[in-house]
């Protein structure tokens, strides 16, 4: 990842967004996607719902120690310069919005490592950035969300979005009070959409009940890269959703048009 600027100000008026990270589905989602833009093979999301809590451990790239504390700065980021690197965007995120968004609604913690560094290096918004230190030790209070310190040869990032929607009392009152399986559904729906377009990549989903115990919701290990577009996609909604729709059942579905084509897959079942 190069390094994160503030993007100038006719650039980010022309890609100025209104939309806010208000629901948990949406702060997954967000921190996934930098996941899968920082290079990752493997992402684990772990999500507590009565705590509106959720935290993002990848092995990417990770964030170099002088991009720490740019990050989560409004219209900072290292994707583009200019509107004319949009025709060559391959990336998830690129107006610098998501974590500034997240950090505008909760409380934020980013440990990352690069292999170029040799140490891990956290920070708790909105301070600075610093080493990882004792402090920052793996007992953490709680056990289903901590941190850790990178290994002298791994790279990766942890993102952990504490209090959710803390300032937003009645927004915060809504999602604690909104039938779980319908938020876990919004989460499946963006991980399947992922999961389509990057297929080798494995994500595991851990939810955390009321209890305090953690469980598993979704494993979905690397699909092969030499299977087929069908048997891809086919593969990513079995991971995701289940085996909610028989295998025999799916159908390929195609289209051409000019110079595009459009390959995915339909249920036989009613």
């Known amino acids: 990842m190069g390094d994160i600027r503030i993007i100038k100000g006719d650039v980010h008026r022309a890609l100025k967004s209104q939309t806010l990270l208000l629901s948990p589905a949406s702060a997954v989602r967000e921190l996934v996607q930098n996941s899968v833009d920082s290079g990752a093979s493997e992402v684990r999301i772990v999500v507590d719902l009565f705590k509106l809590k959720t ?4 092995n990417g790239n990770g964030i170099s120690p002088n991009n720490m504390n740019r990050i989560g700065v409004q219209h900072a980021t290292s994707k583009i310069r200019a509107l004319e690197d949009l025709r060559s965007l391959d990336t998830y995120g690129y107006r610098g919005e998501a974590l500034c968004s997240l950090a505008s609604v909760s409380k934020i913690t980013i440990a990352s490592k690069v292999k170029d560094y040799n140490s891990t290096w956290v920070r708790k918004f909105p301070d600075a950035a610093h080493i990882w230190n004792s402090s920052d030790q793996e007992r953490g209070e709680d056990v289903n969300f901590r941190m850790r310190n990178f290994g002298i040869h791994e790279s990766g990032t942890i993102a952990l979005i ?8 009645v927004r915060k009152k809504y999602y604690t009070n909104s039938p779980h399986f319908k938020m876990h559904m919004a989460i499946k729906k963006d991980l399947f959409q992922i999961l389509v377009l990057h297929p ?3 994500v595991v989903l851990d939810i955390v009940d009321e209890n305090g115990r953690k469980r598993n919701l979704i494993t979905s290990g690397i699909i092969a890269a030499e299977k087929t577009t069908f048997q891809k996609i086919t593969f990513a909604f079995l991971h995701i959703f289940g085996a909610v729709v028989p295998l025999e059942s799916f159908k390929r579905v195609a289209i051409t048009f000019k110079e595009f084509q459009i390959d995915g897959v339909i249920s036989k079942n009613a």
């Open 55 to 58: 935290a993002v451990y990848d």
């Open 162 to 169: 504490e209090d959710l929607l803390y300032n937003v009392p």
């Open 200 to 202: 080798h990549i494995e």
